[in-house]
C-alpha cells in the first residue's frame, strides 16, 4: 500500500464510509482522535504515523476479499468493513511521538524538523487490553451484532494465549472470528501494514 497524507486517507475512507453506515459525527470523532494519523504500533506493522488507517484499511480490504473469494457468510455485509476498519482501535490514545535529538530522547506532540521521530507507548490511556478496549470505542457509535463483537474482541487470535478456550468457542460459533484474524496477519505479515 502506497503510505498516504492524513488528507488522502479521509478521502479514501469517505469513499467507503457510507457503505456502513458511518456518519459524520463518528468521521470527526475519528480525525480528532487522530484515527488517520496514528501509528499501529511502536515497531512491528504499520510503526509510522498513519499506520494504524493504512492496516485497518488493509484488514478491511483482505477481509472483504476474502469474503467475496471464499463465499464466507456474515449476519451483516457491513460487518467485513466494520471489523476491519475497527478492530484496531484500541491504539487511538496508546502511542506518542517520541523524538530523538542529539542522542536526548523527548515525549511529546511537538515536531522538531530534521530529527528522528519514532513512538512509544503513552502511560496516561485510560483503558487497558485490546479487542475489549476497541469494543468499547467503536460501541458508543454504532450497535454491534454478537459476531461483530467476537470477531474484533478475538481478532488477535493465538497470540493471546490466556484466551485460547474463549477464542476457540468464538471460532465454533462464528467462523468470521477466524477469517478476521487471518485477514489480520495477512495485512501484518503478508502485505507488511
Not at 83 to 90: I, Q, S
Not at 117 to 136: E, Q
Not at 158 to 165: I, L, P
Given at each position: 500500500m502506497k503510505i498516504m497524507n492524513q488528507k488522502n486517507r479521509i478521502e479514501l475512507f469517505k469513499k467507503t464510509m457510507n457503505k456502513a453506515g458511518i456518519n459524520e459525527d463518528f468521521l470527526q470523532w475519528l480525525i480528532d482522535e487522530g484515527f488517520f494519523t496514528a501509528p499501529a504500533s511502536?515497531?512491528?506493522?504499520?510503526?509510522?504515523e498513519g499506520g494504524l488507517f493504512d492496516h485497518s484499511f488493509a484488514v478491511a480490504e483482505t477481509l472483504?476479499?476474502?469474503?467475496?473469494?471464499m463465499n464466507i457468510e456474515w449476519k451483516h455485509s457491513r460487518s467485513p468493513f466494520?471489523?476491519?476498519?475497527?478492530?484496531?482501535?484500541?491504539?487511538?490514545?496508546?502511542?506518542?511521538?517520541?523524538?530523538?535529538v542529539e542522542g536526548v530522547t523527548m515525549f511529546g506532540s511537538d515536531e522538531i524538523k530534521g530529527e528522528q521521530?519514532?513512538?512509544?507507548?503513552?502511560?496516561?490511556?485510560?483503558?487497558?487490553?485490546?479487542?475489549?478496549?476497541?469494543?468499547?470505542k467503536l460501541a458508543a457509535w454504532m450497535h454491534l451484532t454478537e459476531e461483530e463483537i467476537l470477531c474484533i474482541r478475538y481478532h488477535m487470535g493465538?497470540?493471546?494465549?490466556?484466551?485460547?478456550?474463549y477464542y476457540d468457542r468464538a471460532i465454533k460459533k462464528y467462523q468470521t472470528v477466524?477469517?478476521?484474524h487471518t485477514a489480520d496477519m495477512v495485512a501484518s505479515k503478508v502485505k507488511g501494514v
Open positions: 511502536t515497531k512491528y506493522h504499520g510503526a509510522y472483504i476479499d476474502m469474503t467475496e473469494k466494520i471489523v476491519g476498519m475497527f478492530h484496531d482501535l484500541c491504539k487511538l490514545d496508546s502511542y506518542e511521538k517520541i523524538i530523538d521521530a519514532h513512538f512509544g507507548y503513552r502511560n496516561d490511556s485510560l483503558f487497558p487490553g485490546h479487542g475489549d478496549k476497541s469494543i468499547m493465538a497470540y493471546e494465549r490466556d484466551a485460547w478456550d477466524l477469517w478476521t
